[in-house]
């Protein structure tokens, strides 16, 4: 083989590994972009997650405070003088006690179903997902009595039952229902009535003088509270002091 004739297949060679070199770092780079635009995504997808959850942050925790400043009411005040205080509005005491708990759980399912597509990553949401679970495990325990006792699918069941959804500048934003279309449905619907048997059950329960299941879930309460608003933005009308046990 004459020197030309070398260096003309040396060059052949050298532009066939040239163009396999150039192949695969290009693929190599599409490969990269294609995971970095998912890794992207993904993360956008999260973050906006995380900041829907946000967004109901101040309707949940102006429901927990209503929710827990009617338990404090009743407590504070006592059942003779509750009933005599709404003696003239028939069974408006319990009506409006069931709506404050199913306007809460409204506002539960409304954030569960904005961080569905989120992994839970974020200090603070994680914090506040701490906190509700320790309401729901206050609600769902009763080691004597099925007053205010929700189990964890039933407080899930009349979340849906009250949650809506509207649109908004082409974005579904929630709704939770509020007390006049509640009471419609809780007065034609049996079905719809018998989700609240517990607080029935827990009325009857404080007319014997028996708080300790309400005292439990106000305080758990102004905890989820205390997290969703430290600066009481939110909440700022409410007394949010936590009910004391006393000695039985």
Known sequence: MTIDSALTALAIILSVVSVALSGWFSIRTARLSHSLAAEREERLEQQSALKAAEQVYEPLAQAAAELQSRIFNIVETGWVPLMKRYESHGDYAIVSTAFLFAHYFGW?????????????????????????????????????????????????????????????????????????????????????????????????????????????????????????????????????????????
């Open 108 to 248: 539960i399912e409304a954030r569960r179903q904005a961080v569905l597509a989120s992994s839970g990553e974020g200090g603070r949401d994680l914090e506040v997902q701490r906190h509700i679970d320790a309401v729901l495990k206050t609600l769902r325990r009763s080691e004597d009595s099925e007053g205010f006792l929700f189990f964890t699918t039933e407080q899930r069941a009349i979340g849906e039952l009250m949650l809506e959804w509207e649109t908004v500048a082409k974005t579904r934003v929630p709704k939770v229902k509020g007390y006049a279309a509640f009471v419609k449905q809780y007065r034609a619907d049996e079905s719809f009535r018998e989700w609240f048997q517990p607080v029935h059950a827990g009325m009857e329960l404080v007319s014997t003088g028996d708080n300790r299941r309400l005292i439990d879930i106000q305080r758990a309460l102004v905890s989820l509270i205390d997290e969703l608003d430290p600066k009481r933005k939110y909440t700022a009308g409410f007394e949010l002091e936590r009910i004391e046990h006393t000695p039985r």
